[in-house]
């Protein structure tokens, strides 16, 4: 059950809280798992700093979760009042980032909007994705990967459903590519950096990890008015439970559009999985 703290008014400069989440599920027959999700960093000079985001590393690994997650949108967004700062610093920053099953990564749809290396080629490159490149960090673009908790679980990331929609583009989404290597039937988990893939119903993942929303930045008791979502307060944040299957939005850390919250303050978001008795 989430903790009710987040309806207290903090400031644009409060560290984050832990936010916690426990899903008991018979779908899930393997031991305990423990998943520390940082979502939408969006590094930037005032708001959110490299020394801030190293304080969160540290906080994170104190919490020792089996697997850590970073469901896109690691750059700022460029209308926002800050200076940004580059990916490769970011990346480095995060790398201490430490769990028995790794830390993995899909990316955000200001990741690909907000690259200046993306829109000077036109999207053939983008400098998230290079930053990532070999380094401990890994990136699952449309794939899933198969981790080693009992029996084995499947990691499912898909790239972002709003990516380039500026453009006319669909998204860069691929589900089928995504789950093509996950057995039919096999536990899995799908990391997406937008909720609003859950509303599909596609039930090859029990569990979406998403972020995104920021929580609406604005909270006026469950109110979000400036989710950006198109089912708007219903994947707004938090644990949401639709058709036997669990999506968890966390509520972020970093800012958009103005670097500002609203009883919505920045979180570290712990998922707890067991099996229900």
Known sequence: MAEKAHFRPLTMFSRPLIVRHEIADHRWTLPDLTIAVLADLH???????????????????????????????????????????????????????????????????????DCRLSRATRFARNSVVEALEGGPIRLLTNRAERLPHGAGFWLVGMDSQRALRRLGHSGLHDPDAAFASVPPGAPAVLMAHEPDYFAEGDARAFLQISGHTHGGQVNLAGWRPLTPSRYRSRYGWGHVREGGRHLIVSGGIGYSGVPLRVFQPPEITLVSLRRSS
Request: charged letters at 15%.
């Open 43 to 113: 590094v930037c000079i005032p708001w959110t700093p490299l020394s801030a985001i190293a304080r969160i590393v540290a906080a994170t690994n104190a919490l020792r979760p089996d697997l850590v997650l970073i469901p896109g949108d690691f750059i700022a967004d460029r209308n926002l009042p800050a200076r940004s700062i580059p990916a490769t610093a970011i990346v480095e920053t995060l790398a201490p980032l430490a769990a028995p099953l790794g830390v993995a990564a899909v990316m955000g749809n200001h990741d690909w909007w």
